[in-house]
């Protein structure tokens, strides 16, 4: 408390340094899930074949647990799986290993946030899809995709920021983002002031939700632009 | 790969063990959750001024925040918090022993109280306006209509929510690991101590987890489908 507000000062303009890190440990997984749990989606709307218990079960597993154990397991696990092949991927940056483990978690939570959407959706509307003629992707890109998307959002949002917030947690295994340094700075000075240096991290997820929820509202009025007419 | 099955089968009642911490905790924050979803929903349904804003902008705020840093904050600041408290009726402060599990129980509460306030409003106002006309109409007072007829309805209507924010305490609750308390995560990476085998406990310790969240899962399942038996007959008609 005592002179804490300085440190508070002095630690904001070190930790807005590593806002375009946390970023990257947002964007690159969030890129990376869509395309995966769109897959994830399509096959687990599809036939009940090995494929779809195999994938049922990686999306329950990455459902079930908690993401900090993910990443435990993917930090300890993967330099034991390439171990046999002669290949040593100890020295590989923390965040590599924290990006793979929240794909599979993020990808899991982003298919089923698909398919509820997809099973929301008209059927009809796929019907008089093909109706008009349309080929399998024309359908898809212009029918199946705006629809389940629109759906989609207002929970893919929700998943978004608590994608965001979780990156937090990378610190763990020692990636260096807004947390992990805030981390760095509170051992530099042990004992005193920790408060104010998570109080600037603090406020600066803050703005960075702020601004993923307002591309998301633009986003959302996008989708539902043809709506007015309806209603 | 070479995993030691041998230790991870010994190692499931030493980790089993700390369960019971585990559930304590997200029952205990669960619990202190809703008391205070329920308070910032009274103040923001009975549009009480100041604090009605004051509420709002503290839930944006814990929402925008990360969990971690809130458990830290929490870790950090409790303690001077408790300090000033030293000497008043009869509470002695001991620094020796800080209490990290009720640290991360108010972190965890105002966290998903944040969360929670959503789902008491909406749940409130999605009862009936008619149903507490009705009520009065029978000649019951303000608080036999809110007791006997609004807050049951209210519940139901609150139960799916709540379940999945339980299913996410459930799973938050291994980051308090991060925060000195010996759940059941800190307990898996305890274990590993003697032989190194920390991808095996970390293992362990999903493999319990996915149980846990897999039998509760169909727990709140049949809590929700038992507390939704009044909704179909009036659906039906």
């Known amino acids: 408390m005592w002179r804490g507000h300085e440190l508070f000062i002095s630690s904001l303009p070190v930790l807005v340094e590593y806002i375009p890190a946390t970023l990257f440990y947002f964007l690159v997984p969030t890129v990376i899930s869509l395309v995966l749990g769109a897959w994830i989606c399509r096959v687990r709307v599809g036939k009940k074949n090995a494929l779809y218990w195999l994938v049922?079960?990686?999306?329950?597993?990455?459902?079930?647990?908690?993401?900090?154990?993910?990443?435990?397991?993917?930090?300890?696990?993967?330099?034991?799986?390439?171990?046999?092949?002669?290949?040593?991927?100890?020295?590989?940056?923390?965040?590599?290993?924290?990006?793979?483990?929240?794909c599979c978690n993020f990808s899991s939570f982003v298919s089923e946030a698909f398919r509820g959407a997809y099973e929301a959706i008209d059927k009809d509307q796929i019907e008089a899809g093909y109706s008009?003629?349309?080929?399998?992707?024309?359908?898809?890109?212009?029918?199946?995709?705006?629809?389940?998307?629109?759906?989609?959002?207002?929970?893919?949002?929700?998943?978004?920021?608590?994608?965001?917030?979780?990156?937090a947690i990378a610190y763990v295994i020692g990636v260096v983002d807004v947390m992990g340094r805030a981390d760095k700075i509170i051992a530099q000075h042990r004992g005193y002031g920790q408060i104010w240096i998570l109080l600037a991290a603090a406020i600066l997820y803050f703005l960075i939700n702020v601004v993923i929820e307002l591309v998301f509202n633009s986003l959302t009025r996008h989708y539902s632009r043809h709506e007015r007419g309806i209603a | 790969m070479n995993l030691n099955v041998k230790f991870m089968i010994s190692d499931i009642p030493t980790v089993l063990s700390a369960l019971p911490v585990t559930l304590e905790l997200t029952f205990a924050s669960l619990f202190f959750a809703i008391l205070?979803?329920?308070?910032?929903?009274?103040?923001?349904?009975?549009?009480?001024?100041?604090?009605?804003?004051?509420?709002?902008g503290l839930n944006t705020f814990i929402k925008?925040?990360?969990?971690?840093?809130?458990?830290?904050?929490?870790?950090?600041?409790?303690?001077?918090?408790?300090?000033?408290?030293?000497?008043?009726?009869?509470?002695?402060?001991?620094p020796k022993h800080p209490s990290y599990f009720g640290f991360a129980v108010v972190a965890f509460a105002f966290n998903y109280g944040a969360y929670m306030t959503d789902v008491v409003v909406s749940s409130y106002r999605a009862v009936d306006?008619?149903?507490?006309?009705?009520a009065y109409s029978v000649g019951m007072s303000t608080f036999q209509a809110m007791w006997r007829i609004v807050i049951p309805q209210a519940v139901v209507i609150s139960l799916p929510n709540l379940s999945n924010y339980f299913m996410w305490l459930l799973k938050a609750t291994s980051l308090a690991s991060v925060v000195n308390v010996f759940e059941l995560l800190a307990t898996a990476r305890a274990s590993t101590a003697v032989n190194y085998a920390i991808l095996e406990g970390y293992l362990v310790a999903a493999g319990i987890y996915w149980a846990v969240c897999i039998l509760a899962e169909q727990i709140l399942k049949r809590i929700n489908k038992k507390m939704n038996r009044y909704q179909k007959t009036v659906s039906a008609v």
């Not at chain 2, 604090?51 to 709002?56: D, E």
Request: glycine share 8%; net charge positive.
């Open chain 2, 64 to 94: 925008g925040v990360p969990l971690i840093v809130q458990l830290l904050f929490c870790y950090y600041a409790l303690p001077y918090v408790l300090r000033a408290f030293d000497g008043v009726l009869g509470y002695t402060y001991d």
């Open chain 2, 129 to 134: 306006k008619g149903q507490l006309e009705a």
């Open chain 1, 56 to 102: 049922s079960l990686f999306v329950s597993f990455f459902r079930g647990t908690p993401g900090l154990v993910q990443i435990y397991i993917v930090f300890f696990g993967l330099p034991k799986i390439f171990e046999p092949f002669g290949i040593n991927i100890n020295r590989w940056d923390a965040g590599i290993f924290y990006v793979i483990a929240t």
């Open chain 1, 132 to 167: 008009i003629g349309y080929s399998r992707w024309q359908c898809f890109r212009h029918v199946i995709a705006p629809l389940t998307m629109q759906i989609a959002l207002p929970n893919l949002k929700n998943l978004e920021i608590d994608l965001l917030k979780g990156t």
């Open chain 2, 36 to 56: 205070l979803a329920v308070l910032f929903g009274v103040c923001i349904l009975k549009k009480i001024p100041v604090l009605k804003q004051f509420v709002i």
